[in-house]
């Protein structure tokens, strides 16, 4: 995800890169204390933080609380698990089925602000597999973004890497040309490389990829398109690459705005 795209030249080329081993940024946070309508002047919100336990599938949220004279108050702690049913918030417990679910139910927490960067909206959050590794009580930062959660490189027996091209908050359905995606998948002989569209607002519609590549072990220009014949398609994308023998993957998406 880079912030500054589309700054500049309206048409210049940007290009976005994933691997594995390592892992893509899953979840943005970002922490704010800004006063909010109806607020209890004895229970003011001061800071956030945020853990996982992988095997239980659960997120921790505890928010810090003071009164009006800055005296500590009582913790408030919401925990957020996966399961096979969505389910609200109720005495600070909620239910998530996929990463959509996750985003949602965190942005329902006064203070917290939350987008999915490297993965899409569908993937499940009811499973230990997608999840890299727990991860111990982290501080929100305020008014910055903090990338806590990765997808596991295995998942079910299958190296599988997501990059999102775009921003969520204000590249979602624009125009894009898709110039190339190119790269290499050391190991490789059996794996696939598909683009498509994932949008918030068409989240329960099947997006049919824009394109579908076997991967190739060896360095590998897929598209190879210029301006003048690149397909123009919506963001954000989602370049998906899955394989069950690659040891490493390198993988470069360029685009342009259309």
């Not at 969520?168 to 624009?174: C, H, K, Q, T």
């Amino acid at each position: 995800m880079n912030p500054n795209f589309g700054n500049g030249r309206m048409d210049a080329m940007q290009a976005f890169q994933q691997g594995l081993p390592s892992t893509m940024n899953t979840l943005s946070l970002r922490w704010n204390t800004s006063s909010v309508p109806g607020e209890d002047k004895d229970v003011v919100r001061t800071d956030a933080t945020f853990a996982l336990t992988v095997a239980s599938k659960e997120i921790v949220i505890v928010v810090g609380t003071e009164d009006f004279k800055g005296v500590a108050g009582s913790d408030i702690t919401y925990t957020l698990t996966g399961g096979a049913v969505k389910s609200d918030w109720s005495s600070f417990a909620a239910t998530a089925v996929t990463f959509k679910d996750v985003m949602d139910l965190l942005n329902d927490i006064v203070g917290l602000s939350c987008e999915i960067l490297h993965a899409p909206y569908s993937l499940s959050f009811n499973s230990a597999d997608v999840l890299e590794a727990d991860i111990a009580a982290t501080n929100i930062p305020r008014g910055n973004i903090a990338q806590p959660l990765k997808t596991a490189p295995l998942a079910d027996d299958q190296f599988v890497s997501y990059m999102r091209v775009g921003l969520p908050e204000v590249f979602d359905g624009a125009a894009l040309n898709l110039l190339d995606v190119s790269g290499t998948a050391t190991g490789v002989t059996n794996g696939v490389m598909s683009v498509y569209t994932d949008n918030y607002s068409e989240y329960d519609i099947d997006q049919v990829p824009y394109e579908t590549e076997t991967l190739q072990a060896a360095q590998t220009s897929y598209l190879g398109y210029d301006k003048l014949n690149a397909n123009t398609v919506r963001g954000s994308l989602i370049v998906k690459v899955i394989s069950d023998d690659l040891s490493a993957l390198k993988m470069k998406c360029k685009v342009s705005r259309a």
